[in-house]
């Protein structure tokens, strides 16, 4: 028996697949991927101009919010707005946008370099002053007061404010050159200056002891090596440093001696036999100069060895101008006075 199907059922059959094929397969359901971007992947911070950047996508997306890894990006999680320069700069970010289903996301990325540093102007009312004269110095950067800055300076003993740079001049130390940074709080203004506190110091001496011979240190004065040193008073709260009272000279061979003919509980603990092993004291100088009645102090430290071959290696390297830094800062201390080889009792 041969049996025909009529065209007219063969499409109604047809149309019943169909429908049975869209119930099971429901493809238009399935979320559709997103792509956005910033236009540019590299950013640079510019000093004095609010950037911000928007992002923009290949399909019009509505509501979601954005995210950025790793912290430090300023964006706007709703508009996925950036502002560059209120961001951690020299980093790279992954920013990612999240449908109101949770399920639905994509991603760019974009890299924010160092910002362009701009000079600027660092000046203070005077660029020497004495103790006494005045007691604080006030900073003005681009002929403003700054609040918010980072203020530092080189080397130790300057008592200055790290956010608007002010300095107290009593309270540091004189007879030293002092350079003074600033930064900005974005870091992208930098500029320096200096300034001497009038007085007197001394410089790093290493020296080598010879019999029958002195081993005298002499100080100078406003940081400058071949300027003259005023008259003055000059006495040591440790009775064992021998300086001269009215021009400052140190006599590291006295003190030596003197230390060593000292009670015993005045040595470092650390190096007893301090005859074989070496020795190191830190010494407070106080003083006045002129016809001022103003008393300023300072430190030495005075290092003794038997030899040039037991000297420390990161002592000598300060000897050779190699010592290290510290975030742009130099090590903490006073002026050392190195002395090495024998000498009499």
Known sequence: MHYTIKPSILVLICLWLFASCDKLCDCDDDPKPCSFSYGMVSFTPTPGEEQLIKPSFEESQEGGTFSAFPSG???DEATGEI??????YDQEYTITYTLDDGETT?????FIGEPDIVACGLKYEKEMVAPGEIDFLLARVDEKAVTDGKFYAIPSGLVINPSNGAIDVSASESGTQYTIYYESKDGMYQCQTKLIISGI???????SLVPEERALVYPYYNADPDQEVPGGSYMSDDP????NESTGEVDIKQTLVNVDLSDNETLDQSIVNYREAGFTRIFTINYTVGQTELQSSLEVQLFWFPNEESIPADLLEVFEGKQSFDNGKIEERPPYMLATGGYDK
């Open 240 to 243: 064992t440093l021998a300086i």
């Open 201 to 207: 110091d001394f410089p790093d001496t290493r020296i």
């Open 83 to 88: 502002n560059i320069n209120n961001s951690t």
């Open 73 to 75: 990006l300023d964006i």
């Open 106 to 110: 994509c991603t760019t990325s974009i």
